[in-house]
């Protein structure tokens, strides 16, 4: 448990410091470049992970090409969502930076509630389950 919990407390140190330096940097020195601090970033984990890798401390499974082109689906997307970030960073205030990250999720769960809900209802209309009695 406690490894669990070491690991949550690493990953928000992690993600407010980088935060804070990203916010930093984009208003401190006019950096308007997210993509290239992307890219850095991205390396330098890569790097660290690697590294984390030969020490013994984490297992890190070994690169194919087979699993590259696996994951390029994925590493799209979190690219991009990473991009954006970022993108958004630079035009919001860190609390408003905050609150939009954390209630993304809740908003995407809303949203795919109300089309689950949408498409019952359209399909109940057209198997006749619902305005057979108006006629």
């Known amino acids: 448990m ?6 949550a407390v690493l990953y928000g140190l992690v993600s407010s410091s ?5 916010k930093a940097l984009s208003q401190t020195y006019n950096y308007n470049f997210p993509l ?12 660290a ?15 194919t090409f087979r699993g590259l082109i696996l994951h390029i689906p994925v590493s799209f997307l979190y690219c991009s969502n990473a991009a954006l970030a970022l993108a958004s960073l630079q035009a919001t205030s860190i609390p408003t930076y905050g609150l ?10 809303v ?7 949408i498409s019952r ?3 109940a209309i057209r198997t006749g389950r619902i305005g057979a009695g108006a006629e």
């Open 18 to 22: 980088m935060t804070f330096a990203n």
């Open 36 to 47: 290239f601090l992307l890219v850095i970033q991205m390396s330098l984990m890569q790097f």
């Open 121 to 123: 209802t359209q399909q």
């Open 100 to 109: 939009l990250k954390r209630a993304a999720p809740l908003f995407i769960i």
């Open 2 to 7: 406690f490894r669990e919990l070491g690991s």
């Open 49 to 63: 992970l690697l590294g984390l890798n030969m020490v013994g401390i984490s297992r890190y499974p070994t690169f």
């Open 111 to 117: 949203i795919t509630a109300t089309a689950k809900w």
